[in-house]
């Protein structure tokens, strides 16, 4: 019976080992690539990132730890499936019915679960939303809580020690140094996420979209507009 159990352990070990390394590679891939194709003062990756995650790839499929096909497969799901696709369809859908929005607002955990939008790291959504008076941006001043159903994996800046600190002492800068530059009548208000509750940023309609197809909304909605550090996309 002992040796049996210390079988189950030793292989279960190994597992969440293999696991573990697995969720590291993957969030490095991406963030790489997140780096490489947005230049922000809060990239916290060194200046060759791809390197080192080549070299941790190898390696553990050297040892057959890991399918670096399969690792295509879920990099491409979290980067163009997920993504922060999922919550430019809720927004999206904000945007063109007003019962819709209000219910978001009110409660969004009912009505993201009818869309599919739940899971681990997206137990309980918040949904605030951007207004002429009222500009709302996350941040987790403690580590990099984020609603990964709806953004998909966070990006890089997100997790640096200079975007968690700087953004609850000086917002309007921070905003400024992602080119967000807001009238000063309107309020910045942060929300911290945690491991209990996650925001998503309902950014602020632009004019001109009535009659747009849902799927053209969805292609103005940027994940960094979500997170409120950023604008959506011009008409």
């Given at each position: 019976?002992?040796?049996?159990?210390?079988?189950?352990?030793?292989?279960?070990?190994?597992?969440?080992?293999?696991?573990?390394?697995?969720?590291?590679?993957?969030?490095?891939?991406?963030?790489?690539?997140?780096?490489?194709?947005?230049?922000?003062p809060y990239n916290d990756l060194p200046s060759e990132p791809?390197?080192?995650?080549?070299?941790?790839?190898?390696?553990?499929?050297?040892?057959?730890?890991?399918?670096?096909?399969?690792?295509?497969?879920?990099?491409?799901?979290?980067?163009?499936?997920?993504?922060?696709?999922?919550?430019?369809?809720?927004?999206?859908?904000?945007?063109?019915?007003?019962?819709?929005?209000?219910?978001?607002?009110?409660?969004?955990?009912?009505?993201?679960a009818k869309l599919g939008y739940y899971g681990r790291q997206?137990?309980?959504?918040?949904?605030?939303?951007?207004?002429?008076?009222?500009?709302?941006?996350?941040?987790?001043?403690?580590?990099?809580?984020?609603?990964?159903?709806?953004?998909?994996?966070?990006?890089?800046?997100?997790?640096?020690?200079?975007?968690?600190?700087?953004?609850?002492?000086?917002?309007?800068?921070?905003?400024?140094?992602?080119?967000?530059?807001?009238?000063?009548?309107?309020?910045?208000?942060?929300?911290?996420?945690?491991?209990?509750?996650?925001?998503?940023?309902?950014?602020?309609?632009?004019?001109?979209?009535?009659?747009?197809?849902?799927?053209?909304?969805?292609?103005?909605?940027?994940?960094?507009?979500?997170?409120?550090?950023?604008?959506?996309?011009?008409?």
């Open positions: 019976m002992l040796a049996t159990y210390s079988s189950f352990s030793t292989g279960a070990s190994a597992a969440l080992n293999v696991w573990t390394n697995t969720r590291v590679l993957i969030n490095y891939m991406i963030m790489a690539h997140d780096q490489e194709h947005n230049e922000h791809a390197l080192r995650v080549k070299a941790l790839e190898t390696i553990l499929t050297r040892k057959g730890l890991i399918d670096p096909s399969a690792l295509d497969k879920i990099i491409d799901t979290y980067q163009n499936k997920i993504g922060p696709r999922n919550g430019a369809h809720v927004v999206a859908k904000a945007w063109s019915d007003s019962n819709f929005r209000a219910a978001l607002l009110d409660d969004a955990n009912p009505l993201l997206g137990e309980h959504i918040v949904a605030v939303e951007n207004t002429d008076e009222i500009h709302n941006m996350v941040v987790c001043t403690l580590c990099s809580c984020y609603p990964w159903p709806l953004l998909g994996i966070p990006p890089s800046w997100y997790k640096s020690d200079a975007y968690r600190s700087r953004t609850v002492r000086e917002p309007r800068k921070v905003l400024s140094e992602f080119g967000v530059r807001l009238p000063e009548y309107t309020t910045v208000r942060v929300w911290d996420s945690t491991a209990e509750i996650r925001y998503l940023v309902i950014p602020k309609c632009p004019t001109g979209i009535d009659g747009m197809a849902e799927e053209a909304l969805i292609k103005l909605i940027t994940r960094d507009s979500m997170i409120g550090c950023g604008l959506v996309k011009s008409l």
